[in-house]
């Protein structure tokens, strides 16, 4: 297993690499540190989110974003609002033992956003925003184990109506590969162009493309639609494909409950829509799912309080888990993981982002267990100007 994190006072992506069950697994170093100046007068300055996957040679393949600055600006006084990110690639073989034994591949460096990365065999595709062009999503295949990287075709673009919501009007989750077809999907939501495009981000449109060329064409399917000005987007869609059964996964939240749907035929019918979360749990944000061998697990932070602007809201993690027929909800935090309001709006908010706007869940391929890995922001403080805050740390937790 691999399990990154962004460092908040250091502004890198660390990683840590092992096996499930590792208390913890072993520290393999800070990435992508020394990515070199991409373009004429412009310089890196740090890493933003990332993703990371591993492919079936146990490469470990880290995609991330990167600040980018024109030079001059880190001496002068230019704000960092003049910085745009980029995304990059970076490989590790499995034998290596640290970042220098990886090399970084600059994919975009002309604005990017939220890059998700997907294996399958030695075959791997990234997917990003284009946050110049309309906030396209773009995608990247790679065939030969993550050393080269060829653009293909968006999963957004050519998609009718579906394209007309979308552009510049959407948010992207993550891409996954089928090995048992050899699919490739991608989930994203989008507003209504008629009242909402460019004006609002509550997202009331879940979609999912479907790709059984490797990336060349896709098809995209309405799994769900709600009413206008419903936001569905707190925060990222979620996408899971069960590698046993075939069997897709999605999950998202209304702010008060998280939904689940399934698709058993590829993407071409989605079933009815889940409520997994107990209604106990009046709000709930930022679900992920994973799945195998008929086992699902919808993960997600939940609280009592009645909206995320709640300051004493008191927040846990939670687990909804599809097991022999059966849906049951569990808590996987066993203390409180935040006590405070949580914004959902981005890189807009100004405050209370502690959280940043996802966590992640995986299965044990040996046990069927599963390993969440969250944020934790009630163990640690650090002050600037002397205002002290809370320092988020990073959780990872083993089902038993």
Request: hydrophobic share 35%.
């Amino acid at each position: 297993m691999a399990v990154d994190g962004l460092g908040q006072m250091s502004v890198q992506v660390n990683l840590w690499k092992g096996h499930f069950g590792e208390t913890p697994p072993a520290y393999f170093g800070a990435m992508d540190t020394f990515l070199p100046t991409n373009g004429s007068g412009r310089t890196t300055v740090g890493d933003g989110d990332a993703d990371v996957e591993v492919t079936s040679a146990g490469t470990v393949l880290l995609a991330d974003l990167d600040t980018l600055v024109n030079r001059g600006v880190l001496g002068g006084h230019a704000p960092l609002s003049s910085a745009r990110l980029g995304v990059s690639v970076t490989r590790c073989p499995a034998e290596a033992s640290g970042p220098s034994g990886c090399t970084t591949t600059p994919i975009d460096v002309a604005g990017a956003d939220r890059q998700w990365i997907t294996t399958n065999g030695e075959n791997a595709w990234l997917s990003y925003h284009d946050s110049v062009e309309s906030e396209l999503i773009r995608v990247w295949r790679s065939t030969d184990d993550g050393r080269t990287w060829t653009r293909v075709a968006s999963p957004i673009s050519g998609q009718g109506g579906v394209t007309g919501d979308g552009m510049a009007n959407n948010r992207v989750g993550p891409i996954v590969a089928d090995p048992q077809s050899g699919n490739v999907y991608e989930v994203f939501m989008t507003g209504e162009a008629s009242a909402e495009k460019g004006k609002s981000e509550d997202f009331n449109n879940v979609y999912v493309s479907r790709s059984t060329d490797g990336g060349e064409s896709w098809k995209a399917q309405l799994v769900y639609h709600a009413p206008r000005s419903t936001n569905l987007s707190n925060f990222w869609p979620t996408l899971a494909v069960d590698p046993a059964t075939g069997v897709l996964w999605t999950a998202w939240s209304d702010e008060h409950g998280v939904w689940a749907s399934s698709s058993s035929d590829k993407g071409d019918h989605w079933s009815a829509p889940l409520q997994v979360s107990p209604a106990a749990l009046t709000t709930t944000v930022m679900p992920t799912v994973a799945a195998r061998d008929g086992k699902v697990d919808v993960v997600y932070y939940g609280s009592t309080a009645d909206s995320v602007d709640e300051a004493t809201a008191v927040w846990n993690v939670y687990d909804a888990q599809l097991q022999g027929g059966a849906w049951t909800n569990g808590r996987v935090s066993n203390a409180p993981n935040h006590v405070g309001k949580i914004c959902l709006e981005g890189e807009e908010c100004t405050s209370d982002r502690e959280l940043l706007d996802l966590f992640e869940v995986a299965e044990d391929p040996a046990t069927g267990k599963a390993a969440v890995v969250y944020t934790d922001t009630t163990t640690d403080t650090w002050t600037l100007g002397g205002v002290t805050r809370q320092l988020p740390q990073i959780v990872l937790a083993y089902e038993q």
